[in-house]
């Protein structure tokens, strides 16, 4: 499973981007998806979760009322919108294929994960 994730870059703040992640090699309507991020510094964190058939989300706290997760099965690609964005929102952000169908937000739930793409947002 190859997934290549794309849409990143820089806004101020306040801005939107949206970022995609599309799967190939596998298909992944089965299975949950995920994107985390990774600031300089920092762990690893869970940002959004979307079960397998798109009638489940999660969200971190952080990120709740700004974000948006979507998945369009027929495409294999799964989708965060993110609006209002904050100076601390910059980070690479990866997406991920879980091995369970419903969403979560453990990392050692996912098995296949995408080369990252960087958001960087300006005060």
């Known amino acids: 499973v190859q997934l290549q994730a794309s849409g990143g870059g820089l806004v101020q703040a306040g801005g939107s981007l949206r970022l995609s992640c599309a799967a190939s090699?596998?298909?992944?309507?089965?299975?949950?998806m995920g994107w985390f991020r990774q600031a300089p510094g920092k762990e690893r964190e869970f940002v959004a979760s979307i079960s397998w058939d798109g009638s489940s989300t999660k969200y971190a706290d952080s990120v709740k009322g700004r974000f948006t997760i979507s998945r369009d099965n027929a495409k294999n690609t799964v989708y965060l919108q993110m609006n209002s964005l904050k100076p601390e929102d910059t980070a690479v952000y990866y997406c991920?294929?879980?091995?369970?169908?419903?969403?979560?937000?453990?990392?050692?739930?996912?098995?296949?994960w995408g080369q990252g793409t960087q958001v960087t947002v300006s005060s």
């Open positions: 090699g596998r298909t992944l309507s089965s299975y949950a």
């Open positions: 991920a294929v879980s091995r369970v169908q419903m969403t979560t937000a453990n990392q050692a739930l996912y098995d296949y």
